[in-house]
């Protein structure tokens, strides 16, 4: 039951801790990696906008964590040949430096790693799509710690693949993707092209492009944050009751790139919705705390930012049930 927060920088640690962080992740990139494979990126964002400096600065953030873990992503979804071997070797360092955990999308680097020793201290990424409770029982007999869920599942399909021995992390706050992350084709790399797409095609009426586009709006924060500085994008707080219930580890408040005073903002409204759920407060409550302290009511009325507007259905009538 931890609220786990991005970091570009150590400089970011200790803000983010106050704020209400319990443990951390950020993204690196090997010394002689651009030497070697040129703009390819060693995880899913780009190095010069959400990567952390370099390893120096990394230890610095492990030691302000106040013992507080500190995860680092090598989670592309591919590398080109000769890549895995380089990043397999760069993960033993970043464990021995003091990284908790590393995060993890391809099966050739997870391997790699599991053979070095470390499947223990594997988190299997996202990207890697762990959506039903075989391929969970798979990475977990691998060794691994813990396994991030795909951000599109609903409530159900998460407690259906919460099995025994195996922590599972979820999506709690910003950033939505428009596409199953794991199971696309493209890489940001080559730009967001999933952002402008949907114009021109044949077959479908202008209301549901309409609502395409602002449902695609939403994922990017709205383009805006509130006047109180909280960021306007995908928000899974109200489900906090029930992915504690469901058992829960981890709820991810994404974001490496952003600006520390919005990943503070955003760590303090995830805090602050986690207390309210560990002391019993239900979806109602939580949703009138977030609305009290961000504002933009009509979005949460609308159930417009959920990452699992599922917590807002009813449940069927037997005498409905067929």
Same mark, same amino acid.
């Given at each position: 039951?931890?609220?786990?927060?991005?970091?570009?920088?150590s400089?970011?640690?200790?803000?983010?801790?106050?704020?209400g962080?319990?443990?951390?992740f950020?993204?690196?990139?090997?010394p002689?990696?651009?030497?070697?494979f040129?703009?390819?990126?060693a995880?899913?964002?780009?190095?010069?906008?959400a990567?952390m400096p370099?390893?120096a600065?990394?230890?610095?953030?492990?030691?302000?964590?106040?013992?507080?873990?500190?995860?680092v992503?090598?989670?592309?979804?591919?590398?080109?040949?000769?890549?895995? %071997?380089?990043?397999?070797?760069?993960?033993?360092?970043?464990?021995?430096?003091g990284?908790?955990?590393l995060?993890?999308?391809?099966?050739?680097l997870l391997?790699?790693?599991?053979?070095?020793?470390?499947?223990?201290?594997?988190?299997?990424?996202s990207l890697?799509?762990c959506?039903?409770?075989?391929?969970?029982?798979?990475?977990?007999?691998?060794?691994?710690?813990?396994?991030?869920?795909?951000?599109?599942?609903?409530?159900?399909?998460?407690?259906?693949?919460?099995?025994?021995?195996?922590?599972?992390?979820?999506?709690?706050?910003?950033?939505?993707?428009?596409? %199953? %992350?794991?199971?696309?084709?493209?890489?940001?790399?080559?730009?967001?092209?999933?952002?402008?797409?949907?114009?021109?095609?044949?077959?479908v009426?202008?209301?549901?492009?309409?609502?395409?586009?602002?449902?695609?709006w939403?994922?990017n924060?709205?383009?805006?944050?509130t006047?109180?500085?909280?960021?306007?994008?995908?928000?899974?707080l109200?489900?906090?009751?029930?992915l504690?219930?469901i058992?829960?580890?981890?709820?991810?408040?994404?974001g490496?790139?952003?600006?520390?005073?919005?990943?503070?903002?955003?760590?303090?409204?995830?805090?602050?919705?986690?207390?309210?759920a560990r002391?019993?407060?239900?979806?109602?409550?939580?949703?009138?705390?977030?609305?009290?302290?961000r504002?933009?009511?009509?979005m949460?009325?609308g159930?417009?930012?959920?990452?699992?507007?599922?917590v807002?259905?009813?449940?069927?009538?037997?005498?409905?049930?067929?």
């Open positions: 039951m931890k609220i786990l927060a991005p970091l570009k920088n400089a970011e640690t200790i803000p983010l801790l106050e704020a962080a319990d443990e951390f950020c993204g690196l990139t090997p002689d990696w651009e030497k070697c040129g703009q390819t990126w995880n899913r964002r780009a190095p010069s906008s990567g370099d390893v600065d990394f230890e610095v953030a492990v030691d302000s964590s106040a013992g507080r873990p500190v995860y992503a090598l989670n592309a979804p591919w590398y080109p040949p000769g890549a895995v %071997e380089m990043l397999a070797e760069f993960g033993v360092l970043l464990l021995e430096k990284a908790s955990a995060i993890v999308a391809d099966m050739d391997l790699a790693l599991a053979e070095a020793g470390a499947a223990s201290r594997l988190h299997v990424s890697a799509t959506n039903n409770p075989g391929s969970a029982a798979f990475f977990r007999d691998l060794g691994v710690s813990r396994v991030i869920l795909p951000r599109h599942l609903a409530l159900g399909e998460i407690e259906e693949i919460s099995v025994p021995g195996l922590e599972l992390e979820t999506f709690l706050l910003n950033d939505g993707c428009v596409f %199953e %992350e794991g199971l696309c084709a493209t890489t940001h790399a080559v730009g967001t092209f999933c952002l402008g797409d949907g114009e021109g095609t044949e077959g009426n202008p209301e549901t492009f309409e609502r395409y586009a602002f449902w695609k939403t994922l924060h709205c383009g805006c944050q006047s109180r500085g909280y960021p306007v994008g995908p928000c899974g109200c489900a906090l009751p029930r504690l219930q058992g829960i580890a981890s709820f991810k408040v994404v490496r790139e952003a600006s520390l005073p919005r990943k503070e903002k955003a760590v303090e409204l995830a805090a602050r919705a986690l207390k309210i002391d019993g407060g239900g979806p109602e409550e939580i949703r009138q705390a977030v609305v009290d302290l504002g933009a009511a009509p949460c009325e159930a417009h930012l959920c990452y699992y507007p599922d807002w259905h009813r449940p069927m009538r037997k005498e409905a049930a067929c």
